[in-house]
T-cell receptor, first 118, second 111 residues
Framework: EPEVTQTPSHQVTQMGQEVILRCVPI?????FYWYRQILGQKVEFLVS????????KSEIFDDQFSVERPDGSNFTLKIRSTKLEDSAMYFC????????????????FGPGTRLTVL | GQQLNQSPQSMFIQEGEDVSMNCTSS?????WLWYKQDPGEGPVLLIA?????ELTSNGRLTAQFGITRKDSFLNISASIPSDVGIYFC???????????FGKGMKLTVNP
């Protein structure tokens, strides 16, 4: 069964450093998402991406965050200058839909990248 | 912003027992989803609901989309040890891409 994959599984970085988290969504999906989950808390939406642009973002997704689909398979989340409070699990998700048409709401999640900022 | 109130926060049950959990919201949702998360892993979709009143089963799991579109419940029947984990409800409102998650229900099943 197709699945969302994420690399690395665990990333440790120093405060102020840039990190790039990588995701390979399910191949025929058109909508891509990033969520994060601080330890012991609920999953929170960061951003959605469709047709090579951000379609929605939360207040968490400030200027230090950016997303990119650099090729036909990868979807990345960049944190420009990490802070201690960025430590969390970051989940990529994808969902299917027809370009410009209806889509399913079912979002499939990857296994996550645990980001630790020291 | 939208919030989902998920209850209970945790349950300790014996193997073989049934368990129910629910989510409520002050907002109307167009979609309700139920996910299970094991430690250190991503949420795994259990059941997706798209219409008010919809009742859907997946093996021992049954979920319903409330008539008011502001609530949903998930039942697990005849629990087994591998049902252990955290169960999240999630919803999507019209006009928004994002899923709003509940705080989760931690299930412990004693063999």
């Amino acid at each position: 069964e197709p699945e969302v994959t994420q690399t690395p599984s665990h990333q440790v970085t120093q405060m102020g450093q840039e990190v790039i988290l990588r995701c390979v969504p399910i191949s025929n999906h058109l909508y891509f998402y990033w969520y994060r989950q601080i330890l012991g808390q609920k999953v929170e939406f960061l951003v959605s991406f469709y047709n090579n642009e951000i379609s929605e973002k939360s207040e968490i997704f400030d200027d230090q965050f950016s997303v990119e689909r650099p090729d036909g398979s990868n979807f990345t989340l960049k944190i420009r200058s990490t802070k201690l409070e960025d430590s969390a699990m970051y989940f990529c998700a994808s969902s299917w839909g027809l370009a410009g048409g209806p889509r399913t709401d079912t979002q499939y999640f990857g296994p996550g990248t645990r980001l630790t900022v020291l | 912003g939208q919030q989902l109130n998920q209850s209970p926060q945790s349950m300790f049950i014996q193997e073989g027992e049934d368990v129910s959990m629910n989510c409520t919201s002050s907002s109307i949702f167009n979609t309700w989803l139920w996910y299970k998360q094991d430690p250190g892993e991503g949420p795994v979709l259990l059941i997706a609901l798209y219409k008010a009143g919809e009742l859907t089963s997946n093996g021992r799991l049954t979920a319903q989309f409330g008539i008011t579109r502001k609530d949903s419940f998930l039942n697990i029947s005849a629990s087994i040890p591998s049902d252990v984990g955290i169960y999240f409800c999630a919803g999507r409102t019209g006009g928004s891409e994002k899923l709003v998650f509940g705080k989760g229900m931690k299930l412990t099943v004693n063999p």
